[in-house]
């Protein structure tokens, strides 16, 4: 059995993740931690079973309180990173959605996490199809290297651009040289019409209500243009992702950037 805390409950993934760990057999939720404590239990939440679960203010009380194996963290930018430090240091293996992490970040992380020999992850994206979208991307970039990334999300999204877009550039790094794109003149006549950088990849960020988690690459070539492109319709297609990280954990002893490096 592993003893699972989610923080984030009430947030669009903490609910769906909630739900995955209390249908899952080997998997106990022992609490849930969110920073809106009192005044509500967890059937309050919209398509909530009634469940019987502590809930907690903080992360520090309830590593006191109780048994925790995996945390699973789905916050906010700042709050997953503290979360995540507060978990190696309590000897908990964090698993984390939460986006926003620099290069800075991992490599700290990862240093943490070896000294004290536990498993962690961060994942950008959970959704299958979209690490699939990633990696034909990374496959694509080889021969097509002038490459655009266009992200959409719902508009309550806080970071930009999305960890995918940072992770997808990050793969295409590994296979592409730097290079400038478009016209080696070319000029903004309106600040950030030309998105972020990266090598001379561009990352567009749309955020617009109804959208939920959509990215779209596309690569030129001479004469052609290739379009690879994920859309996550639903919270539901990232839970069989965070359901391995959460298995997979519990046998690392190091920091695993990235769910294409567990999936068979
Ligand atoms: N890796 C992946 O596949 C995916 C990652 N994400 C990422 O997951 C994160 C959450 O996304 P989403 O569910 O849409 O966001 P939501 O805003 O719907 O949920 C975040 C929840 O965290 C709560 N929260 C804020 N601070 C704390 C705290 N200190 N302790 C506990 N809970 C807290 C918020 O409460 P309140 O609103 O009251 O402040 C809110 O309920 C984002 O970083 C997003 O980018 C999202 C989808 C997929
Ligand atoms: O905030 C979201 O919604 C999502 N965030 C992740 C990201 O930043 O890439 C994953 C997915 O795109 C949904």
Same mark, same amino acid.
């Given at each position: 059995?592993?003893?699972? $805390?989610?923080?984030?409950? *009430?947030?669009?993934? /903490?609910?769906?993740?909630?739900?995955?760990? !209390?249908?899952?057999? @080997?998997?106990?939720?022992?609490?849930?931690?969110?920073?809106?404590?009192?005044?509500?239990?967890?059937?309050?939440?919209? %398509?909530?079973?009634?469940?019987?679960?502590?809930?907690?203010?903080?992360?520090?009380?309830?590593? +006191?309180?109780?048994? $925790?194996?995996?945390?699973?963290?789905? !916050?906010?930018?700042?709050?997953?990173?503290?979360?995540?430090?507060?978990?190696? @240091?309590?000897? $908990?293996?964090?698993?984390?959605?939460?986006?926003?992490?620099?290069?800075?970040?991992?490599?700290?992380? *990862?240093?943490? &996490?070896?000294?004290?020999?536990?498993?962690?992850?961060?994942?950008?994206?959970? &959704?299958? %199809?979209?690490?699939?979208?990633?990696?034909?991307?990374?496959? #694509? #970039?080889? =021969?097509?290297?002038? $490459?655009?990334?266009?992200?959409?999300?719902?508009?309550?999204?806080?970071?930009?651009?999305?960890? !995918? &877009?940072?992770? !997808?550039?990050?793969?295409?790094?590994?296979?592409?040289?730097?290079?400038?794109?478009?016209?080696?003149?070319?000029?903004?006549?309106?600040? /950030?019409?030309? /998105? &972020?950088?990266?090598?001379?990849?561009?990352? +567009?960020?749309?955020?617009?209500?109804? *959208?939920? #988690?959509?990215?779209?690459?596309?690569?030129?070539?001479?004469?052609?243009?290739?379009?690879? *492109?994920? @859309?996550?319709?639903?919270?539901?297609?990232?839970?069989?992702?965070?359901?391995? #990280?959460?298995?997979?954990?519990?046998?690392?002893?190091?920091?695993? =950037? /990235?769910?294409? +490096?567990?999936?068979?």
């Amino acid at each position: 059995m592993i003893n699972i $805390v989610v923080a984030g409950p *009430r947030g669009n993934m /903490g609910k769906e993740a909630v739900k995955m760990v !209390t249908e899952t057999e @080997d998997f106990q939720l022992t609490a849930v931690v969110d920073h809106k404590n009192g005044g509500w239990t967890m059937k309050d939440v919209e %398509g909530m079973p009634s469940l019987d679960v502590p809930i907690f203010e903080n992360l520090e009380t309830c590593f +006191h309180d109780v048994d $925790v194996d995996v945390l699973v963290d789905l !916050t906010r930018p700042d709050i997953g990173k503290k979360h995540m430090e507060l978990a190696l @240091d309590n000897g $908990v293996r964090p698993v984390i959605g939460t986006t926003g992490f620099t290069d800075e970040d991992v490599k700290r992380l *990862r240093e943490k &996490a070896e000294s004290k020999r536990l498993g962690a992850m961060i994942v950008p994206n959970f &959704a299958i %199809g979209a690490v699939l979208m990633m990696k034909f991307s990374q496959m #694509a #970039a080889k =021969y097509m290297q002038d $490459v655009e990334i266009i992200e959409q999300h719902h508009d309550r999204k806080l970071d930009a651009p999305s960890g !995918t &877009a940072i992770k !997808t550039a990050q793969l295409i790094q590994e296979v592409r040289d730097p290079k400038v794109q478009g016209h080696p003149e070319e000029t903004e006549e309106l600040s /950030g019409s030309r /998105g &972020a950088n990266i090598d001379g990849m561009h990352i +567009h960020s749309v955020r617009l209500p109804g *959208r939920v #988690a959509h990215q779209e690459v596309i690569l030129g070539g001479e004469g052609q243009t290739l379009s690879i *492109r994920h @859309d996550s319709m639903n919270r539901t297609s990232f839970m069989p992702g965070v359901k391995l #990280a959460c298995e997979t954990v519990m046998n690392l002893e190091t920091l695993v =950037y /990235g769910l294409e +490096h567990i999936i068979e």
